[in-house]
């Protein structure tokens, strides 16, 4: 049997579009995987964010006396407070923000009102957490001391907030709801 000059380029764009497949399948189940993996990674830091600052991963890495709890208590829950207020505040001022920066005529003062409120809660939110460090600093012993340091070492040189969960509210999804707007 004779192959024609038709049959042949039929051969090859069938080879052609079977190759095209095997690739198009092989980069949707790459990229599938890939997303699967960035889920878990993201939960992963979430469940770690969510409990690395709580009182009880404190104490435990302080390794607190019993006589040091009262004090810890009152110091943990008056600044987890004071921090939870701002961020929930911090959070109504970005949404604000947003809302703005989305409406057809922009009102420029506005979003620099917020841009100095943020910046002022964040001013407040910092003032509240270096009082923090230094009233669990006043009841530490030297070794708690060089723990509490490293603690307050990992949130501020990662920019990781030391408040989150119980409406707080992270910054881990800080600017997922809007696009930069290059005007």
Request: proline share 1%; with cysteine; aromatic share 8%.
């Amino acid at each position: 049997m004779k192959t024609t000059n038709g049959q042949i380029g039929l051969k090859y764009a069938l080879i052609f579009l079977l190759v095209l497949n095997i690739t198009t399948l092989g980069t949707i189940g790459y990229h599938l995987i890939e997303s699967r993996n960035q889920k878990n990674q993201a939960e992963q830091l979430n469940s770690l964010s969510e409990n690395t600052y709580n009182g009880k991963y404190f104490k435990e890495r302080l390794k607190l006396a019993p006589d040091q709890l009262d004090s810890f208590r009152q110091i943990n829950s008056k600044f987890r407070q004071q921090a939870r207020d701002l961020n929930q505040e911090l959070a109504q001022c970005r949404r604000a923000m947003m809302d703005e920066m989305q409406k057809d005529q922009i009102d420029t003062l506005i979003l620099q009102n917020l841009s100095v409120r943020i910046g002022g809660l964040h001013q407040e939110l910092k003032v509240y957490t270096y009082r923090y460090y230094i009233d669990l600093k006043s009841m530490c012993t030297l070794d708690q001391q060089v723990e509490l340091k490293s603690l307050f070492s990992e949130f501020f040189i990662n920019e990781k907030n030391p408040v989150v969960n119980q409406g707080g509210g992270s910054n881990q999804n800080r600017f997922q709801h809007g696009k930069r707007n290059n005007n």
